[in-house]
């Protein structure tokens, strides 16, 4: 299984940016949409942490208190890809941003339900 992450920039606060995760492979004997995406961010000094979730067929999400009603996750199981609308953007969202498969299907919140990740793209807001 392999995550490709892509979209990452250097932004003023304020602005927009679409992150994408395009995923190949398979999981378990399991097409790799059957499986919940994520997304997680690492700034500089601090640890990985969760960002956003959504389930195999996108009918549940889960944000981080600090992105909701910024940030949107949405998939396209027909394309196998994984996107993260990103509007608002603060200086506080700089980070590189790491898509995830889960090793089910849900909208999982914790880094221990993601066993493959993508190499990240990193995020930069100006102020």
């Known amino acids: 299984v392999q995550l490709q992450a892509s979209g990452g920039g250097l932004v003023q606060a304020g602005s927009s940016l679409r992150l994408s995760c395009a995923a190949s492979?398979?999981?378990?004997?399991?097409?790799?949409?059957?499986?919940?995406m994520g997304w997680f961010r690492q700034a500089p000094g601090k640890e990985r942490e969760f960002v956003a979730a959504?389930?195999?067929?996108?009918?549940?999400?889960n944000y981080a208190d600090s992105v909701k009603g910024r940030f949107t996750i949405s998939r396209d199981r027909t394309k196998n890809t994984v996107y993260l609308q990103m509007n608002s953007l603060k200086p506080e969202d700089t980070a590189v941003y790491y898509c995830?498969?889960?090793?089910?299907?849900?909208?999982?919140?914790?880094?221990?339900?993601?066993?493959?990740w993508g190499q990240g793209t990193l995020v930069t807001v100006s102020s």
């Open positions: 492979g398979r999981t378990s004997g399991r097409t790799f949409s059957n499986n919940g």
């Open positions: 995830a498969a889960a090793r089910s299907s849900a909208a999982y919140m914790g880094r221990d339900s993601y066993s493959t």
């Open positions: 959504i389930s195999w067929n996108g009918g549940s999400t």
